[in-house]
């Protein structure tokens, strides 16, 4: 099996099935395609871990990597939530994992998304919010202990679905924790609301990295302008999809559009394999 650096690009938020909601390709499927385009990827799941998927596709020689999601239906912010999914992720090519904080917070916006429930008799319990604030505006304890094992195990805690407020929060209390990576997680998306010129800010924090996912933009939850401010000068940001959703476009579509629009920005090759390919396999190999 290749190694993680052997492949031209690295999507680091894909979804697959099983899934909260139906997907186009379960793991198997789109790992297939994924390495049939010379890819790999992080495949991503509002149930939790994706780690027994990614280790059974690594088995077959496809190149899927695990994250997992601390939503409350899979444990909730937890340290041992972490362990777990670390015990149960058994991977040929050693990687960190991608730890998401909670993406179902039981803050809403307007959906632009089709989509269907897997289990629609079990949506009230998979939907059950959890945060990273307690009553009173502050990081719980649960969120500070999962930050101070960022140091110890392999692993890279991203915001999720985090609120700015939140997002700011994080940021001051890795500093204080020496937490060595953290990732913003589509931080154009509403319930966060970040644009280029604040990020250029946050990212003056050397241990924080952008993920700018395609689906922000696709869905119109993030102008041109500011897709492309973030893609052309945004330090250490790192490209995904996002994608998916049976009413999306499929993998293939979104590599071929991904590479047209770095076309169209001008962005030197250096430029773009960082958005693809370089940023990810550094956060990864951290």
Known sequence: MNTLADYTFID??????????????????A????????????LKSHLGSTGVQATLAQK????????LVLNHIAGGI????????LSEYQPMIKTRMIVDFPTITGRSIQSKLSRTFTNESLSKYTLKSETIFNSKH????????????????????????????EVYALVDA?????????????????????????????????????????L?????????????????????????????????????????FSKQTFSELGLTKQRKDELLRANALTLLSL
């Open 60 to 67: 077959m020689g496809l190149p899927v990597f695990s994250s």
């Open 138 to 165: 502050q990081l719980r304890k649960e969120v500070l202990d999962v930050l101070k094992m960022a140091g110890d195990y392999p692993i890279v805690l991203s915001t999720g679905h985090a609120s700015q407020n």
């Open 78 to 85: 937890n340290h041992r939530t972490i362990l777990r999914a």
């Open 174 to 214: 890795c500093i204080q924790l020496n937490v060595p990576a953290l990732l913003l997680n589509q931080p154009a998306n509403p319930l966060t609301g970040f644009n280029a010129e604040a990020l250029n800010e946050l990212i003056k924090n050397e241990f924080i990295w952008v993920e700018q996912t395609a």
């Open 12 to 29: 680091i938020h894909y979804h697959a099935g099983p899934d909260l909601y139906n997907r186009r390709w379960d793991a198997i499927e």
């Open 216 to 256: 922000t933009y696709l869905i119109g939850h993030q102008n041109k302008e500011d897709f492309s401010a973030v893609l052309t000068s945004t330090p250490r940001v790192i490209y995904s999809s996002d994608l998916g959703q049976t009413s999306q476009m499929d993998i293939n579509h979104w590599l071929a």
């Open 31 to 42: 790992g297939t395609i994924y390495q049939q385009l010379n890819g790999a990827v992080v």
